[in-house]
């Protein structure tokens, strides 16, 4: 790892608040790099269920991040963002 980066977020409003907060983050986290993802916003109440908010975090962070993007799932360790809808229940 070379650089970490966490901020606040109000996600109960909807995805669209991540790129609200994405756009005020520093200039590198825009650059490609591999991305290990780590999820607690799977859980906010604008998503139907954990299954809903894995798969539209990771389409977003896929969508959004540059370079390769994977993942944390628990005991399955990194999976593509995919593929992580499959692997919700250990996200």
């Given at each position: 790892?070379?650089?970490?980066?966490?901020?606040p977020?109000?996600?109960?409003?909807?995805?669209?608040?991540?790129?609200?907060?994405?756009?005020?983050?520093?200039?590198?986290?825009?650059?490609?790099?591999?991305?290990?993802?780590?999820?607690?916003?799977e859980?906010?109440?604008?998503f139907?269920?954990?299954?809903?908010?894995?798969?539209?975090?990771?389409?977003?962070a896929?969508?959004?991040?540059?370079?390769?993007?994977?993942?944390?799932?628990?005991?399955?360790?990194?999976?593509?963002a995919?593929?992580?809808r499959?692997?919700?229940?250990?996200?």
């Amino acid at each position: 790892m070379v650089e970490a980066v966490q901020a606040p977020c109000r996600l109960w409003r909807g995805v669209p608040a991540l790129d609200e907060t994405f756009a005020q983050l520093p200039d590198w986290v825009r650059g490609e790099a591999a991305h290990a993802v780590t999820m607690t916003g799977e859980l906010t109440d604008c998503f139907a269920d954990r299954a809903d908010g894995v798969h539209q975090l990771s389409a977003w962070a896929a969508a959004t991040l540059k370079g390769s993007v994977r993942i944390y799932a628990g005991r399955a360790g990194f999976v593509p963002a995919d593929n992580a809808r499959a692997h919700a229940a250990d996200i």
